[in-house]
């Protein structure tokens, strides 16, 4: 009930891919494009559509730090989600100044937040619903350059003792992680959890590819 428009289609899933298309002139050429990503259901079926937005200045000399606008549309083009991610710092030796990512749903509607934490060995994160209030936690390893495997980044509980999902970054092959930055990505979260936190879980899943897989090609 009350559901933000678009969201229905969360309100069944336990388990979102996301898929990020490969731009053929950055795949040839290695030049930067804009992201594009499906996001789709447990058995492939695509629900959104999502683009990103920033100028070519950001993606040559602040990635993967860029700032960025994400509009997410349904199957009919209606934009039911915006993650907006200001240029802020990746830095343990800032930690006044981490990641912090807005989602909308709909847009001009805050969803929730993600807020990056600071720690010397693990990246951390806290997912805040529209009050900034606490919600969930996500826990990645230490080393996330995975060769040859997923990489999981836990989702628990605010205690940090329960796990209750996890964001993964699927291993694609030899070629797509050498020769692209090509993302795929599975959230796993439960079934009854609100769906603007599975719209904020989103968000964290893009911006942990960025933070973490942008131009890391898994290590190789």
Known sequence: HNLPPGLEYLNQ???IIIHQQVELLEA???TETSSKYEIKNPLGQRVYFAVEENGCFDRKLCSPLRAFTIRIADNAGREVI???RPLRCNSCCFPC???ELEVQSPPGTIAGYVVQNWDPF???FTIQNQSKEDVLKIIGPCATCGCFEDVDFEVKALNEMTTIGKISKYWSGFVNNVFTNTANFGIQVPVDLDVRIKAVMIGACFLIDLMFFENSLDGL
Request: glycine fraction near 6%; aromatic fraction near 6%.
């Open 13 to 15: 899933l336990d388990q």
């Open 28 to 30: 040839i050429l290695g």
């Open 82 to 84: 915006r993650v907006i």
């Open 97 to 99: 100044f981490l990641q």
């Open 122 to 124: 693990l990246p951390k």
